[in-house]
């Protein structure tokens, strides 16, 4: 008898426990995730007088909230009040329960209570503050996250964290402040600059600049603050600004001119000329014996060099001026290896503004004698001097020197660039069939510009050959297109618009207006040129020239026209109408810009 009454014993107590188990945590869930409240909420209670975990605390005020068991829930949470009352979580839930019950002065109590309750425990402030924004409660997350701080004795703690939380709650200066603070800490750089860019508008960027203006002159030794503000100011573009800070910054800090260098090559990138002249003239004037000085002095030239071409009509007088600030860095520095580039900058001023090709050729082989053991500078003058030969109309002497340059440069950038030179040269001379074999070879090159290049010249020359027998339009065409790479730019422009007349029903008639749109951008006629963008993208929209149209209008409506909404506009159809555009990512950064967004 004994025996089996021990067994029913066991018997009893097993299938408890296995009643217990079935009834569990798990269980609990699952009912919650089914919509089953009242099943969870009957378990939950259960188990809370065992168990006063996070997750059973949090899904039975749930459950009863979904339930309305409000007055019942609080009972049950005032005990554990009593029962857990070192438990910040207990308090934060009975607060959350007096928010369902509309008494925010009682759901206040209990916040506050939870903060006191963790003490100056920074792990656990820590972690009530992660509770907190669980519930959206983020100024609550604030407030405990700022005691962790404050009992940790750093002042960048959590700095992270709380710049979200900042964010979240619309204070975007303190979210900015915060930021900043958490970019002192090495490493974070990239993050902080990936957030401000996610949660700065347009109209928060003056803020920010503000903001990052006030950090300079408090601590205007803390590096940080003025490579934000920099980065900032490189990204609206406004290298003036960035050139003052880099500036101020390496005079105090005796930089050696290394920033403000970096700053001008961005600049130029950029085209803007005028302050990257500026920024490479301070570097050489301020540390004439530092290793950076022959780069920025050449640089220099080159900044005013590219401004000059830029500026339609070329001034010759300023060409002059130009070689004659080279000869005088050649009297300082001397032609050697030091200067190799900036023989190759005055023989091209000489060849394609002077047409002084003779004199460019000499300097040419000075220099290749001058850079012998440097293969790469060698190959680049030989492609200059074969540009050269095509402009003295010398074709033979040409394609020798860019084939010297494909062997010499085999599957290398240069290589792919001679072969695309070779191909142009034979589409010039109306060898289309050639052309195009080799051009097909060219769209499979690494380089994705000469890629893009020779794809773009293939298309063309597929579409407009082989219609009649003598491929004249083709033949004119390309015979301009020469003259425009000899630079006899009015020459161009009007037998462009011969041909055009000529030609207006031919397959060729948009690749003319193309040309001509092009052509007379470079003369500065911009209302023209716009006319035949436009009539691109009316008349020929669904044609291969159709994004590049739309996409050459909005920029020229922003940088000629300073248009911002027009642009805009442009920018933002062309993403719509052509989705697939190769001009897509260039256009979304444009119009990114345009609207305010800071991006890298």
Not at 186 to 195: E, F, I
Not at 394 to 422: C, D, H, I, M, R
């Amino acid at each position: 008898m004994k025996k089996v009454i021990g067994m029913l014993a066991t018997l009893l107590i097993l299938g408890w426990s296995v009643a217990v188990a079935q009834e569990g945590p798990e269980l609990a869930e699952e009912y919650f995730k089914k919509g089953e409240f009242e099943k969870a909420y009957t378990i939950y209670q259960r188990l809370l007088k065992n168990d006063a975990g996070k997750q059973i605390v949090n899904r039975y005020v749930e459950s009863a909230v979904k339930l309305n068991k409000i007055g019942e829930a609080e009972k049950v949470i005032r005990r554990l009040v009593k029962t857990e009352d070192r438990n910040p979580y207990v308090f934060l839930q009975a607060g959350i329960l007096e928010e369902s019950r509309k008494d925010s002065a009682k759901a206040e109590d209990y916040f506050n209570k939870a903060i006191s309750v963790a003490g100056n425990n920074v792990p656990a402030l820590a972690e009530l503050s992660q509770d907190f924004a669980e519930k959206v409660k983020h100024d609550w997350a604030i407030k405990a996250l700022r005691k962790a701080r404050e009992a940790s004795k750093d002042p960048l703690a959590y700095a992270g964290e709380l710049a979200r939380l900042y964010g979240a709650v619309g204070q975007k200066e303190s979210m900015i402040d915060e930021l900043l603070q958490w970019g002192l800490i090495p490493g974070n750089r990239d993050n902080v600059q990936a957030t401000l860019q996610d949660n700065l508008k347009e109209a928060d960027q003056k803020l920010l600049e503000t903001v990052l203006y006030k950090k300079v002159q408090e601590s205007p030794n803390e590096m940080f603050y003025t490579e934000m503000l920099v980065w900032y100011l490189t990204q609206k573009k406004d290298f003036y600004k960035a050139f003052i800070q880099e500036r101020a910054l390496d005079k105090r800090l005796k930089l050696t001119g290394v920033r403000v260098y970096d700053l001008g090559a961005v600049a130029l990138q950029n085209k803007d000329y005028r302050n990257a002249a500026a920024m490479f003239e301070y570097v050489a004037k301020e540390y004439p014996q530092g290793q950076l000085y022959p780069f920025a002095r050449r640089l220099v030239i080159k900044a005013r060099e590219e401004q000059v071409k830029n500026t339609y009509p070329v001034d010759n007088a300023e060409i002059r001026k130009l070689i004659a600030d080279y000869q005088k860095m050649f009297q300082e520095l001397g032609k050697n290896n030091r200067t190799l580039e900036a023989l190759r900058s005055t023989a091209s001023l000489y060849a394609f503004f002077l047409n002084e090709k003779d004199t460019a050729l000499t300097i040419l082989t000075l220099a290749t004698d001058i850079g012998k053991n440097e293969k790469g500078f060698v190959d680049r003058c030989k492609l200059d001097m074969g540009d050269i030969y095509l402009l003295k109309s010398e074709p033979w002497e040409a394609t020798l020197l860019y084939s010297q340059v494909e062997k010499s440069q085999k599957e290398e950038p240069l290589g792919y660039e001679a072969k695309l030179k070779n191909a142009r040269l034979h589409y010039y001379k109306g060898e289309f069939s050639l052309a195009k074999e080799i051009l097909d070879i060219l769209k499979q090159a690494t380089t994705r510009e000469i890629a893009n290049d020779a794809s773009a010249l293939s298309l063309l020359i597929m579409d407009n050959t082989g219609l009649d027998s003598t491929e004249t339009a083709m033949r004119e065409y390309a015979a301009i297109d020469l003259m425009l790479f000899q630079n006899k730019v009015d020459s161009a422009a009007m037998q462009l618009s011969r041909l055009y007349t000529k030609y207006r029903d031919h397959s060729l008639a948009d690749d003319i207006l193309w040309l001509r749109a092009n052509t007379l951008l470079k003369q500065n006629k911009v209302d023209d040129a716009l006319q035949d963008l436009q009539k691109i993208t009316a008349d020929y929209s669904f044609d291969v020239l159709g994004d590049d149209a739309l996409f050459l209008t909005a920029k020229t409506f922003e940088e000629s026209r300073k248009d911002k909404p027009k642009a805009m506009e442009l920018y933002n159809q062309l993403l719509q109408k052509y989705p697939g555009s190769i001009f897509g990512a260039e256009a979304r950064k444009r119009f990114r810009l345009l609207r305010g967004d800071v991006i890298n």
